[in-house]
Each structure stands twice: as C-alpha cells, then as structure tokens.
C-alpha cells in the first residue's frame, strides 16, 4: 500500500523545483519506463498493475485506485516509475545541434526531442526560459527518446557567440531552405512559439532560412515550432545524405 510520504514525493514532481532539488523525475507506461531502463537510468521506485509488462521485476504491486492517486495523466497508465535525472553531458560540435530559444510548450518540446532522435540528432540546446525537459508532459511526448538526446540548458547567446561551426536561423524571411547546399556541422536556431528566435540570437546568426509557402493564397501566418522542425531536419539530412 502506498504510504502518504510516497504520495507526496511523486505529486510533488509535477512541479520544477522539487524536480530540481530531489533530482528525480516521473515516467509513465510501459513503453517510456522500458525506454529509459533500455538506456541504464537509475531508478528510484516503480509502481505497477499485477500484470504491467514491465521488464524489471522489483515493482511495488498497486491497486488502479492507488495508480490514480499518483499518475499525471487524465487516464492512469498500468505502470509508474520515478528515475533519477541523468547529468547533462558536454555538446561537441560534431553534427546536427538544435537549439532551442524559449520553446515554452512541452507538448512542443516533446515532439521536437522526438523528431530529433528519429533524426539521428543528439544534442539539442536551450536557453534557459525554454520548459523543462523533465516536465511529465515533456517526457510523456516524447515516448522515450529523450533517453536518446541529450539536452542541456545553457546561455544559449553565449554558446552561439562562442561556437566555431555555422548558426543557421528558422525565420519567417530568408533563405529558402530547399535551395541551400547544407552542412553536416550546423546549429538550427528555433524560436518561442509566439515570438520567434530574439533579437539577440537573431544578431548572432551565421544565416537565416525559411520554409516557403507554397499555398496559392498564403495566408498561413506561420508553422508550428514542431513541424517546422521535422520540415529543417529532414532537409538537412536530405542535403548531406547525398
């Protein structure tokens, strides 16, 4: 049976600062909890239905009523595991880089972190007011592969200014993406959903690139964050895949 101290841990990782200060986080399901076992995250409790296919087998056994009482989802999952956070591992400049200028949706953030492992990217970058890739809403989307990328959450101005490969820029104008000889070493800039990429990210851009409109009205004001990002990866790639 679930105690109330154990209750209190795992509802107080909705929320980033206890996240920050136990250094634990919560996954939900068997394919997410599989995922990270897969890529040797520690755990630090399991909960499970009688029969959740789980693949370790030192789960605490509990009720649907207990699993409701701790789940973050509207629809409890048969299996719940809490993970310690793994340490964020240095970026090399080797690559595809991604990097992230306040992307403040996780269901946004999930996807991207998604699309780059389908991508064979690794690293993504974000500036520090982009949402926390530990957030359940984050980890949920991503299905697992966030066990595959690495994020790190920097000053990200800083590490452009500082950076020796080239700063490509998702805009609204500039160059058309389909027409550009890509590299394979590059960093793609994404801006906040709302705003764009700022003003001084935007100053420190090797160049910037678009995706047109093909529409015969275009009155499209603009893609979401997510799908402009699957439309630059596979671009990319495309471009070096040659």
């Known amino acids: ?7 209190k841990l795992i509802t107080s990782l909705q929320q980033k600062k206890y996240r920050d200060i136990s250094g634990l986080f919560v996954a939900e399901g068997p394919k997410v909890i599989n995922e990270f076992i897969d890529a040797q995250f520690e755990v630090h409790s399991l909960y499970a239905l009688e029969n959740a296919d789980i693949q370790q087998n030192n789960a605490e056994i509990v009720s649907k009523e207990e699993l409701k009482k701790i789940s973050f989802l509207k629809n409890a999952n048969s299996s719940l595991a809490v993970f310690k956070i793994s340490k964020e591992k240095n970026i090399s400049e080797k690559g595809l880089i991604v990097a992230l200028d306040a992307i403040r949706d996780p269901g946004n953030l999930g996807t991207i972190i998604r699309l780059c492992d389908w991508f064979g990217v690794h690293q993504i970058i974000c500036s520090k007011d982009t949402v926390d890739c530990y957030n359940p809403k984050v980890i949920q989307a991503t299905m697992g592969s966030i066990s595959r990328v690495n994020v790190v ?4 101005s800083e590490t ?6 080239p700063v490509y820029g998702a805009c609204m104008e500039g160059s058309n993406v389909y027409r550009k000889e890509l590299p394979q070493n590059a960093i793609i800039v994404l801006g906040n ?39 630059l990866l596979s671009e990319f790639k495309r471009s070096t895949e040659k």
């Open 1 to 7: 049976m679930l105690s109330k101290s154990q209750i």
């Open 153 to 156: 959450y920097t000053d990200l």
């Open 160 to 165: 452009i200014e500082n950076t020796t490969i």
């Open 193 to 231: 959903e709302g705003k764009g990429i700022s003003e001084e990210i935007m100053n420190l851009l090797s160049e910037k690139i678009t995706i047109p409109k093909f529409g015969n009205l275009q009155k499209t004001e603009s893609l979401n964050v997510a799908m402009a990002t699957s439309i």
